[in-house]
């Protein structure tokens, strides 16, 4: 079996929730030797991510280097390549700086490359077999790779648990001195943080969220509606955003906002899985969706097969009418 | 600016359900909608806006078969100056790395100065982008959400976590993959396609290309798909089967007992 490296995303110091994820994905692969954690950074801030990472991995290999003060794939794929041997397995979580890294990196490495991997389900001999999902979750895919000349895995957040808690106790390796000077040709200038909007979706106990859906920007209004009578506020999905109906301080994603309300009300969402990284705190999920395959009724506690646009403005009479009632 | 941009068909997920065939190795493809991978039709017009501003074409190319064209003529509709078909049988079953490789091999007998993908297809994996630059040592960016043309460089933008946009400037030429929702796509008319229906749209091949067949296809491919299934459910919703009028009953029910009415 190759050895199996796991590239450790970081930021200001702590380590992200994905290092865990990577080295229980790595015991899947290998259950008989626990992963090599990459660390990658400089100076202090490095120090305390080795210090500070779950248990899990064999060693961890510290890349420390001025130039990688800002993560800039670029620069640490040169980095990587300086010290990974040929015919590796490297896994990358799947979320926007893996998606940055891990495609260029296999083609340096020589190496095959799956993205997005979901599920291990065996190796034989230097074959892999893996699950992916396709069509926006509707449907999964087994896929086979052929890893004789090493491979690159990215692996979705979320979807493997490690078993073991604590902090690592395994060795590091200073690698630093095999990097020498680097340059790239995309050099990072800033981090814009983005405006907070009219509406802090965040801060709502209910959310009235709509998908594509919602069809068009007039629509936007009967879930505005529904959320004024629940008091509660509109978010939504990517789509809706993209289509530019609202503002994108009302995305709930991985690439929006992390929402934690008691009540979400998908309506009109498929549920893909950077929607749904960004609802946290189990809260209570309705599903409205005319697609009774819709990924989003697979995680949803209550399920309607219905059309949003009569079904909401339906749902908004009735909580008026139940509030005239109570007003009584 | 000479602009490539790499675009896909595929089945339309906002039309079709996608379910599993009878045999259960392949998606039921018959009565699919297809139409253009969505992120690439993002990547075709910010090609079409970059051109308006600083001069240039805009060369739409896929690797498929001759349904494709299609999407090429859609693209050519929206202002596209040239569509370029590949398309051989050997290229048939080839992996993320093999289509790389066949573009590599376009690119490098054009002069192009900026080559854009979509960020992801709907069946596939946000790689080849990223594949294409490495094989062609040209830096690349992922995620881009926004492009401003300076001097023999771009400034752009990438969406990262939380809706922060992470700003970098890039040399070209370059190779970026872009995210949806970096402009509005222009709307195309069946006049608009009928007015491009005579223009030629060249085919391709291995030969033409230069590309051993060997090195991709399905010979070449290190990642095959083996099969499609649909997995077991786990956790699954309740599903209210009641009248509209009950359904709503219950979820007004359901809200109020979470503590979700004001």
């Known amino acids: 079996m190759p050895r199996i490296f796991a590239y450790i995303v970081h930021r200001n110091g702590v380590v992200d929730d994905s290092a865990a994820e990577l080295a229980a994905a790595a015991t899947k692969i290998d259950a008989a030797a626990a992963p090599t954690a990459l660390v990658v950074g400089s100076g202090a801030e490095l120090d305390a991510v080795c210090a500070a990472l779950p248990a899990g991995f064999a060693e961890v290999w510290k890349i420390s280097n001025e130039a990688l003060a800002y993560p800039n794939a670029e620069l640490?794929?040169?980095?990587?390549?300086k010290v990974v041997p040929a015919n590796?397995?490297?896994?990358?979580?799947?979320?926007?700086?893996?998606?940055?890294?891990?495609?260029?990196?296999?083609?340096?490495?020589?190496?095959?490359?799956?993205?997005?991997?979901?599920?291990?389900?065996?190796?034989e001999g230097n074959s892999l077999k893996l699950v992916r999902q396709e069509f926006g979750g509707q449907v999964s895919a087994h896929v086979k790779c052929d890893a004789s000349s090493g491979a690159v895995l990215t692996i979705r957040p979320g979807t493997f648990k490690s078993e073991e808690s604590g902090i690592s106790a395994a060795p590091v390796v200073d690698k630093s001195s095999e990097i020498?000077?680097?340059t790239a040709g995309r050099r990072y200038l800033q981090t814009i943080v983005p405006e907070s909007g009219d509406v802090d979706i965040?801060?709502?106990?209910?959310?009235?969220?709509?998908?594509?859906?919602?069809?068009?920007?007039?629509?936007?209004?009967?879930?505005?509606?529904?959320?004024?009578?629940l008091g509660a506020a509109v978010s939504c999905s990517r789509p809706v955003v993209d289509a530019k109906w609202l503002e994108k301080s009302r995305q709930v994603?991985?690439?929006?906002?992390?929402?934690?309300?008691?009540?979400?009300?998908?309506?009109?969402?498929?549920?893909?899985?950077?929607?749904?990284?960004?609802?946290?705190?189990?809260?209570f999920i309705i599903a409205i969706n005319k697609n009774p395959k819709a990924p989003i009724f697979q995680v949803a506690d209550i399920g309607i097969v219905d059309d949003i646009l009569e079904f909401l403005p339906e749902l908004t009479s009735k909580v008026r009418e139940m509030q005239t009632v109570s007003a009584k | 600016m000479e602009i490539l941009v790499c675009a896909r068909r595929v089945p339309d997920t906002s039309e079709n359900e996608i379910q599993l065939n009878r045999?259960?190795?392949?998606?039921?493809?018959?009565?699919?909608?297809?139409?253009?991978?969505e992120p690439d039709n993002y990547a075709v017009e910010e090609a079409l806006q970059i051109v308006s501003r600083v001069g240039g074409n805009v060369t739409v190319a896929t690797v498929g078969s001759g349904d494709d064209e299609e999407i090429l003529r859609r693209e050519m509709a929206m202002g596209a100056n040239h569509g370029i078909l590949i398309t051989d049988d050997a290229f048939a079953g080839s992996d993320g790395r093999g289509i790389a490789a066949i573009l590599k091999a376009l690119v490098q007998k054009g002069k192009y100065d900026l080559v854009l993908t979509g960020v992801q297809a709907e069946d596939g994996g946000a790689q080849v982008g990223g594949m294409l630059a490495a094989m062609l040592d040209y830096p690349f960016s992922s995620l881009v959400n926004s492009i401003e043309v300076l001097d023999r460089k771009l400034k752009i933008s990438r969406?990262?976590?939380?809706?922060?946009?992470?700003?970098?400037?890039?040399?070209?030429?370059?190779?970026?993959?872009?995210?949806?929702?970096i402009n509005e796509p222009r709307y195309v008319g069946m006049k608009g396609i009928r007015a491009v229906a005579s223009l030629p749209v060249p085919n391709l091949g291995a030969a033409d290309l230069g590309v051993d067949p060997a090195t991709v296809g399905a010979s070449g491919?290190?990642?095959?798909?083996?099969?499609?299934?649909?997995?077991?459910?786990?956790?699954?919703?309740?599903?209210?089967?009641?009248?509209?009028?009950?359904?709503?009953?219950?979820?007004?029910?359901?809200?109020?007992?979470?503590?979700?009415?004001?």
């Open chain 2, 221 to 262: 491919a290190r990642v095959t798909r083996v099969d499609y299934f649909v997995p077991a459910a786990g956790k699954t919703a309740e599903m209210l089967t009641g009248s509209r009028e009950e359904n709503i009953e219950k979820v007004f029910e359901l809200v109020a007992a979470k503590g979700g009415l004001k």
């Open chain 1, 180 to 182: 020498g000077p680097l």
């Open chain 2, 23 to 37: 045999a259960g190795n392949d998606i039921e493809r018959d009565e699919l909608v297809y139409s253009i991978n």
């Open chain 1, 202 to 229: 965040t801060k709502h106990a209910v959310l009235v969220s709509v998908g594509r859906g919602i069809q068009e920007k007039d629509n936007i209004a009967i879930a505005e509606e529904l959320a004024e009578a």
């Open chain 1, 253 to 283: 994603g991985s690439s929006g906002k992390t929402v934690k309300p008691k009540v979400y009300m998908a309506c009109g969402i498929s549920g893909s899985f950077q929607h749904l990284a960004g609802l946290k705190g189990n809260p």
């Open chain 1, 76 to 81: 640490i794929r040169k980095a990587l390549l």
């Open chain 2, 159 to 181: 969406e990262i976590a939380g809706g922060e946009k992470e700003i970098s400037e890039i040399d070209l030429p370059c190779v970026l993959s872009v995210q949806t929702g």
């Open chain 1, 88 to 123: 590796s397995l490297v896994l990358v979580a799947h979320e926007h700086f893996g998606i940055d890294l891990a495609p260029g990196l296999s083609i340096k490495l020589n190496a095959a490359f799956v993205s997005d991997v979901v599920g291990i389900e065996g190796v």
